[in-house]
T-cell receptor, first 110, second 114 residues
Framework: GENVEQHPSTLSVQEGDSAVIKCTYS??????FPWYKQELGKRPQLIID?????GEKKDQRIAVTLNKTAKHFSLHITETQPEDSAVYFC?????????FGAGTRLTVKP | SAVISQKPSRDICQRGTSLTIQCQVD?????MFWYRQQPGQSLTLIAT?????????ESGFVIDKFPISRPNLTFSTLTVSNMSPEDSSIYLC???????????FGPGTRLLVL
């Protein structure tokens, strides 16, 4: 089955700096890669996703890149703000078999 | 996205009892999923629930412990049976909407077993 690894487990950046979270996956059949943001005590919220036929996708300050050959994908947040502080989960899915990474706790210091 | 509600939002239960969690969606969805999130941990898929068929359970989860119902395209229940303190966790349902494989989560049910 699919195995998703996520790094780093914690990340602290200064407000305005960029943050990068990286994930690798094992199943070459995976073709959908969402990212979720989970604030304390709340549900995971889908923030961006990418499918295997695309190498990069951007939505304002958030971007995701995918390298299918290397089986890794990354989340990039630019101009970070304190409200970006949360736990971020990557996931990989094929045939609705979605597996999540362990999560990255991002702290943006004002 | 879909509007998803769960009941109860939280509960404190005694060891050996069972709790049924409800998940309601505002529109018809093909697939519903049940996840467990233990404190400070990631999301682990328990089972996939399709309407009109038996739920498909992931390794480590069995129907006797986590029976699931899916009576229609907008509703599902997950029962946590014969609970022990190790079952203390957040249980979340999710649904597929917005494109193939895209999942949206309910608000979760926070369960504490004493």
């Amino acid at each position: 089955g699919e195995n998703v690894e996520q790094h780093p487990s914690t990340l602290s950046v200064q407000e305005g700096d960029s943050a990068v979270i990286k994930c690798t996956y094992s199943d070459s059949a995976s073709n959908y890669f969402p990212w979720y943001k989970q604030e304390l005590g709340k549900r995971p919220q889908l923030i961006i996703d990418i499918r295997s036929n695309v190498g990069e996708k951007k939505d304002q300050r958030i971007a995701v890149t995918l390298n299918k050959t290397a089986k890794h994908f990354s989340l990039h947040i630019t101009e970070t703000q304190p409200e970006d502080s949360a736990v971020y989960f990557c996931a990989a899915s094929g045939n609705n078999d979605m597996r999540f990474g362990a999560g990255t706790r991002l702290t943006v210091k004002p | 996205s879909a509007v998803i509600s769960q009941k109860p939002s939280r509960d404190i239960c005694q060891r050996g009892t069972s709790l049924t969690i409800q998940c309601q969606v505002d529109s018809q969805v093909t697939m519903m999923f049940w996840y467990r999130q233990q404190p400070g941990q990631s999301l682990t898929l328990i089972a996939t629930a399709n309407q009109g068929s038996e739920a498909t359970y992931e390794s480590g989860f069995v129907i006797d412990k986590f029976p699931i119902s899916r009576p229609n395209l907008t509703f599902s229940t997950l029962t946590v049976s014969n609970m022990s303190p190790e079952d203390s966790s957040i249980y979340l349902c999710s649904v597929d909407r917005g494109g193939p494989e895209t999942q949206y989560f309910g608000p979760g049910t926070r369960l504490l077993v004493l």
